[in-house]
Every structure is written in structure tokens, then in C-alpha cells.
């Protein structure tokens, strides 16, 4: 089981930039996949997640309106879509995937999740 992250960079403050993570070795329709972030110092917190079933969506507070997530079976590819870039969106991104039916009510946590790709830094900067 593999999760593959990519599509970080340096952004400017409005701009947009797409996540892409791609899932070898199972197939992702089967699995909830969710986006984390971790900025320095910080705990790593849940960004967006999209459950395995009928294709429930999470968005962190902060994100609402701006991030979008959205999965590609033919593709075994998860996409977050971020637009209106802050610089406290500044973070590396991970993807995790589980097979789990449902998160917990009160949020997905990083513990809730088995399988771990290695992160993309995003970077929101003039």
C-alpha cells in the first residue's frame, strides 16, 4: 500500500494550486482518503477528507469555500483542489488513506488513518 503526494510549490498570496494523490497497491474507492497539514511547530491537523461510501466530504473551518477535494477511481487518484491561497495555508500536505466506513463525529484525526504518503510542501508567499 502506497500513497503518492505531489503538487506542492511556492504560491503567491489568491493563487491556486492542485494536490494530487495517486494510491498503488490498493484501490482508493475502497478507502477513505484524507489531506492533512503540518506547519512548523504545529500539529498536524485535517485539511479535507473524502469518505469511501457515497462520497461525504470533510473541510477544516478554515478552508471552507476555498479547498475543494475530489477523487479519480479510473485514475486511483485523489485530488485537493486549493484555491485563494493564504500564508497560513503554508504547510507540507500529507495524504492518508483507510479503510475505515466513517470518521469520527466530531472530525477525521490523523490517528484514524493507517496508510501514509510522504508530504508536499506547500508554500504561500509574495
Known amino acids: 500500500v502506497q500513497l503518492q503526494a505531489s503538487g506542492g510549490g511556492l504560491v503567491q498570496p489568491g493563487g491556486s494550486l492542485r494536490l494530487s494523490c495517486a494510491a498503488s497497491g490498493f484501490t482508493l474507492d475502497y478507502h477513505a482518503i484524507g489531506w492533512f497539514r503540518q506547519a512548523p511547530g504545529k500539529e498536524r491537523e485535517a485539511v479535507s477528507c473524502?469518505?469511501?461510501?457515497?462520497?461525504?466530504?470533510y473541510y477544516t473551518d478554515s478552508v471552507k469555500g476555498r479547498f475543494a477535494i475530489s477523487r479519480d477511481n479510473r485514475k486511483n487518484t485523489v485530488y485537493l483542489q486549493m484555491n485563494s491561497l493564504k500564508p497560513e495555508d503554508t504547510a507540507v500536505y500529507y495524504c492518508?488513506?483507510?479503510?475505515?466506513?466513517?470518521?469520527?463525529?466530531?472530525?477525521?484525526?490523523?490517528?484514524?488513518?493507517?496508510?501514509w504518503g510522504q508530504g508536499t510542501l506547500v508554500t504561500v508567499s509574495s
Open positions: 492518508a488513506g483507510d479503510p475505515m466506513l466513517y470518521w469520527p463525529a466530531d472530525g477525521p484525526r490523523p490517528a484514524d488513518f493507517g496508510s
Open positions: 473524502i469518505n469511501r461510501s457515497d462520497g461525504t466530504t
